[in-house]
């Protein structure tokens, strides 16, 4: 397995920002002078291209054109995929971007399990490892152990070719630099330059994301929904993510989504955070632990699943509380589409109250067109999210120019990480696997 540049979206990922860019490299470039990045996103627009329909499309003179094209060609970005249909004479050759063995590598971690995966450029898994693990952990223990493990997972195809390493974390994530904000699970993360540590690592562009934003993401793309969706990761707990046609809302400094922290009632349990009566101190999978004198989330499924009416009553209550927040959110967002994730998020009794609650709290108009839906990709949307979204970042005409340029390996948006103190440790690292589970890997 080799660390290389990215190259480029799968053909079946093509999304709006791969077409818009093709589609400028003429009209946004006055006198034919599109950039290489222009070009290479001309061509990843679709399967094939000719040399002639390069020229014919941006305008450019056959000089600069095959310029731009060797520049391409030597950063692997493009290759000659065989020929184009000819009536006659020799038959021009189909160029197209190179997703040859290109793979990402994505961490998702939730606050106490995880999945790390070895993922196509268009989301689709290849290989991976679902974790145990404490995202209260200080970082510098816990960051090098699963960075360990997917050295180990990518080592296991010795002819993929890294392009990049996406992680979603249960935290709000500044949207222009990757690094972490401060957080009520993950506390003194923000001091931890992760976004460089994964640079350092395998020197491929990074995204850091939050992990419901990641799940939206994820659920958008891997369903192709246009217009606004809204998506809840509902587990130890409680996230939102929104896309509006393709594109995640990260708010003004990262913290959109975070709706675990909103005071449902002016006094009630303590929260993480600091303050009483949030609904994660009242919701959550921690919360609901903590009133059924229970440790593990899963005996919770478990129970729930058999019918236990004693945790039927829990979950019912928190889902009624969740589904009171997410009713103001549709209602301010009128969603086409609200998905409900997460180990609890997915359980047909949880689900059923929480649509329940949003139908019954939230005017009749803005619930005309709403759709309410378990996720359709389950453990992959963060996957597919975070895959999509990394290409899609590291991979737009800009930063393929700034790629040729020499530039080094950006944090996914294009834009450098601000520099950080490094945590300091505190006690002894706590084990962090909990199965291994192996997808199949790619037919050659």
């Keep these: ?23 400028s490299a003429a009209g946004s470039a006055p006198g034919g002078s599109a950039s290489a990045g222009h070009i290479f996103a001309l061509i990843r ?48 050759q189909l160029l197209r971007f190179d997703d040859r063995d290109r793979v990402v590598l994505i961490f998702d971690l939730g606050q106490l399990r995880g999945r790390i995966a070895v993922a196509d450029l268009a989301g689709r898994t290849l290989r991976m490892e679902t974790l145990r693990l404490d995202t209260s952990q200080p970082p510098d223990q816990l960051i090098p152990q699963l960075l360990d493990q997917g050295d180990a997972l990518l080592r296991t195809d010795g002819a993929a070719r890294l392009v990049g390493v996406g992680m979603g974390i249960p935290s709000p994530v500044d949207p222009a630099t990757g690094q972490l904000l401060e957080g ?11 976004a460089g540590h994964l640079r350092d690592r395998w020197g491929v562009p990074v995204l850091i994301e939050n992990d419901a934003r990641a799940l939206a993401l994820g659920e958008a793309a891997a369903t192709a929904d246009d217009g606004i969706l809204l998506a809840v990761k509902y587990s130890h707990g409680i996230g939102a993510g929104i896309v509006v046609n393709g594109n995640v809302i990260d708010g003004a400094n990262g913290a959109a989504g975070d709706i675990g ?12 955070c600091g303050r009483s009566g949030c609904l994660a101190a009242w919701a959550s999978g921690r919360a609901i632990l903590r009133d059924l004198g229970l440790h ?27 589904g009171r927040t997410v009713a103001s959110i549709v209602a301010t967002v009128n969603p086409a589409r609200l998905v409900l994730g997460g180990s609890l998020g997915r359980l047909d009794v949880v689900a059923g109250v929480i649509e329940a609650q949003v139908r019954a709290d939230t ?16 453990d992959e949307s963060s996957t597919i999210g975070l895959s999509r979204q990394l290409v899609r970042g590291a991979y737009s005409a800009e930063a393929v120019d700034a790629l040729l340029a020499g530039a080094t390996a950006p944090v996914v948006p ?30 050659r």
């Design 184 to 194: 009520t699970t993950m506390r003194h993360w923000e001091d931890y330059d992760l």
């Design 296 to 322: 593990d989330l899963d005996d919770v499924v478990h129970a729930a699943l058999d019918g236990d009416p004693v945790v039927l009553d829990a979950l019912t209550a928190a889902a009624r509380r969740v």
């Design 1 to 23: 397995m080799s660390s290389e540049p990215p190259e480029a979206v799968a053909a079946d990922s093509q999304d709006a920002d791969s077409q818009n860019a093709g589609g």
């Design 363 to 378: 005017v009749a108009r803005a619930l005309q067109d709403l759709r309410v839906t378990p996720t359709r990709v389950a």
């Design 45 to 92: 627009s679709r399967p094939g291209w000719t040399r002639q329909q390069l020229l014919a499309t941006t305008g450019v003179s056959r000089t600069t054109l095959f310029e731009r094209l060797d520049q391409l060609f030597r950063a692997n970005l493009v290759y000659e995929a065989g020929a184009a249909n000819s009536d006659g004479g020799r038959p021009a």
């Design 414 to 443: 294009v834009k450098p990480a601000k520099p950080a103190k490094s945590a300091k440790s505190s006690g002894p690292s706590k084990p962090t696997r909990l199965a291994v589970t192996r997808a199949p890997g790619p037919s």
């Design 261 to 272: 922290h909103i005071r449902v009632t002016d006094d009630g349990p303590r929260c993480s």
